[in-house]
């Protein structure tokens, strides 16, 4: 993996637009084209994701579900310890930062395809499934985690019942998660000559307009990096060693449970390594209004995002490389095994 | 002011600002009510006892929306009546001011 | 033609809307963007007949212009007279409403256009003239409609002439129409290898936008679907038996008078079976303020629309086919009968 | 209130309402009558005597746009008497009402 | 107004409208003043003593923002008090009113 | 060149847009939508620059170089002594308008670019670093002539220090050349697989793109055209004089010192004719607030703009053309002397 490998044009504009904050650049993108590159980039990610699994065994998908719902309930509860014990962070903004941890950035996941597309790497259809899973558990564990801290604290126990109903039908009718749900359905749905038609805006452009929406996302990590004075070096640092402490999880998970191929325990990894900006933050300033938004913005876009982005995929990619090279996954081990 | 008399007539200009989401409640509200005007706007911002709230955040996207109702004083009344026992739980702001409506526009008030 | 064949993705986008809107998910699509790709898609059914009908014949082309014309001031009236006789709505708003469907709607003859490109058939090019056309000639009915329907009620006359200018002139300036028209000339006008140049941006991804425009089409007729009850039955029923009516008369003329091929009779069919939502509604809103707008936009976009987009364009492309398969048009049968 | 004198001059506010159409006529009638500042919110909605209007509405399309003037009380009555008699066409409302405007910017009233 | 007493509180209410280059400093002036709740609307146009300013012109694009802030008298007076020096830098207007604040919502002011 | 080679539909749609202002249609395209497709275009053809920029000698880059600030500075003053001597007009309004002219304008150089594809005219790298860099010479010389101007009028001098370094610091942190110079690093940067997956969108569908942009350019000259008027019948006269006199200097510097092939001086031409929009105006806006800038807007988009675009292109192309078939550059000339 040569240095020019790595120089793949999305995250050189997300540098670009990080550098633009940085010089205090007047440049600035309409907030709707934000929005509007997300519905494109969300649906063109869902329509290949479900074109992928129409081609697969259904079954074969069911381990990849398995381990999002892991994902979204286990790291939550990681970083919620890591962050009372080691951090001393008050339960509720605790609470509210990890329920973050256990859900992912589909910027990063976008990325990294775009990184994996770069080196002409392949990889499995199933875990643009968990993208579309590991929002909704990783709420309901930052609920959880919520009403236990409100108990710690002694406060009044908030109708946590009626919340967490509410924020239930919230993940499952979030517009974000309906559109990823609903163009892997269409993808999953529709025929091979009917596709095609539409494959040129949603496939062929897509690298392209994910360039700009990198872009965007790295002035706007650059603005909440600024904010990095009043979040304090604990939870920097965290934004730091939690994607990767994710990483950890999801390499092994990638590689010795679901023993999927490099590009495939790549992406698992970037998933376990990411943490949410789309159904988490929202849900979480309504559950737990108590926390400070600007920490867990900060944390996701500020620090944890470029990280990921910018040092982490590559680095995880490497790790999945070495990992596929050096062991088997325990699938074949167990097969092998009964085989002799 | 010495313009001729009939030229203006005092009114009260009611001023709520609530969150996007409360902003067809606060509507229905005013229709129930009999309120035949007002004017909304959207995608404002602002700070209040819930934090912040900007319309362009990428994240959070919480915007909220200014109405203005302009009404006679029995009509503010009743308007503030309804409409107070709710404001609890809308949030926001709620304002009641005077002024004095050009006549000549379609009565719509 | 199997169900799969049904499955285009437009119409699914558009159900996905619908869907959407359905369990109440908070997706919305930036109002700006609905314009942005309108735009776009004007210029592109614009620039590619324009391509076409540079190749072909314009005398040709009258007949298509006649047959807009007369579906412009007959369809009109016809649903003048049932929305009177049959469902005793009162004058004004049956005026208005009527206008509505001598028009066409632009979403549902690019999904028809969708819908036969998934097919893989193909289609004359003189339709996309009679889409240009037939917003006017149905604005300037309403108009008479309604002053004939004032002179019932006994109101003092308004001063149609006037009306009837300004509004004519609007018809004429509307942005949407000028931009199909600007579009077909410019189609028209420019050379193969500067086509080439734009064809990409134009034609290779126009039908992965219009999902895009669909699914937002489908959100805005569910809300105005909901809106249903204050319509009434009679008018509800009126919203599906009308495109049916104009269906009958578009099948008849398509393939009878124009001698169109299958997918030909089948657009012609689409657009005497769909209603405006372009010019006609503002201008009704101008020209009878008395008239109700939640009427004619409910049963224009909650009602006519997705009964045409899901339902009516796969029946009425079946229709076409069977009529082309079993009756020679009129034009042959006086050739064959000239020639004998 | 309790500030040093001078700080704060007694004018008018004038907040007027109109249909998306009309505003640039309404600026010409403002510029008319030699007003020196004033402020435009555009895509504002709203429910009048001719219906609701709806800025994001995808057909009708129907923004009004607020356009607010801070003036001195001759400058208001001159503004008023040029624009009342045109406010029955232009259909939306015109309110007047008292502000005190804090010194200190350059004088555009 | 007939309603029930402390229904309304007796406030100010305070109108800042400058380019949108100013709006951070200005919010930073308002929470240095201690306020607890304001409400901006960006996007605005107007004419002032530099010139006209559109936030839909393709080559200028200058916005203005509107402020609204609700608050007490000895608050108004102290905003008025930070904020008058500066406002001959940022230009713009600064509108002092009366209004009444309807209770009901969490205190923001 | 026949006729229908003129016919580039870019520039149709420029006189489009025109048409639609003219006609009062009530076409308008969303204030995003032009923002966006800027963003899209300056990505654009700041990548392609830089991809071509790599392929060749980086020292042949500086002649360009030393071009673009001849003609930022240099065009400038010329057009400032012909407004004052020839045209009388008040001295800051004459800086403000000189400094738009020794500038250059986005969307002329890519009509440019569209109209010698559509030839399939092929051109230099090197014109696309002039794009990048003629806009800050041209503020800071407006700058300069407005001390001037100002000390001329006898007034108490501003300090222009602070307001200079203000402005060169503006002018490098301009968002509109900060995307142009950052996309051009990374079309340079990139390696060609990576490139391949961006292409589509960047360059694919460029030229359609440009046409919605030019579309809208129309309606906005034709909106500034209507303020004709109020400019005075001098200044007209100056914003078509001015471009070509830019024109010759560019023709001259393009062939003779530039020695490049027919589409390089096209190019050049282009530049040296053309007048900024992009950091210009609003840099002078805040330098020189005493200048109306209705009147340099006017000229700017309503005189010169569509003058190049419309009459312009396709004379400075026809002159390049002339002059490349006729003389030898005088590197030419030079080395045909040495050689001797
Ligand atoms: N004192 C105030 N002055 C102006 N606007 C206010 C004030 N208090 C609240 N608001 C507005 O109401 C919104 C919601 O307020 P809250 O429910 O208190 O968070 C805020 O975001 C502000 O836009
Ligand atoms: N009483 C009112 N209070 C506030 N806004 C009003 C009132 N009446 C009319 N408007 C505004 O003026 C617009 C046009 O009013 P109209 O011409 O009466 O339909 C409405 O859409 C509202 O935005
Ligand atoms: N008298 C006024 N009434 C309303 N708005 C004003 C007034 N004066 C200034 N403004 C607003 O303040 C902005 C900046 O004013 P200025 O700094 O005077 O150019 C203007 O663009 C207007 O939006
Ligand atoms: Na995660
Ligand atoms: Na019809
Ligand atoms: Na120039």
Known sequence: MSISSLLVPAILFFALGMFACLIKSDLKFPPDMHKMIVIYLLIGIGLHGGKELAGSNMADALPAVWAALAFGCGLPIIAYIILRWLGKIDPLNAAAISAHYGSVSAGTYMTAVAFLAGLGVTYEAYPVIMLAIMESPAIMIGLVLAGYSRRILGGAAKNDKGMMKHLVIDAFTNGSILLLFGAMAIGWMVSEPSYKKIEPFFELIFMGALCIFLCDMGMEAGKRLSEFKSVGVFLVSFGIAMPLIGAAVGLFVGHFLLGYSVGGITLVTVLAASCSYIAVPPAMRLAVPEANPSFYLTLSLGVTFPFNVVVGIPSYYAAAQYLHETYYPWGTVAQVALNQ | ?109
Chains 1, 3, 6 share one sequence.
């Open chain 2, 1 to 109: 002011m010495a313009l001729e008399p009939g030229m203006l007539l005092r009114m009260k200009r009611i001023d709520v600002v609530v969150t996007g989401e409360s902003l067809e409640h606060v509507i229905k509200m005013f229709k129930d009510a009999q309120v035949r005007g007002y004017t909304v706007i959207k995608e404002a911002g602002g700070l209040g006892s819930t934090g912040e709230r900007n319309p362009e955040d990428y994240i959070l996207r919480e915007p909220n929306a200014v109405i203005v109702v302009a009404c006679e004083e029995t009509q503010a009344e009743k308007i503030v009546k309804i409409l107070q026992p709710e404001l609890k739980r809308f949030g926001g702001m709620c304002l009641v001011s005077d002024c004095e409506w050009v006549t000549g526009p379609a009565v719509s008030y």
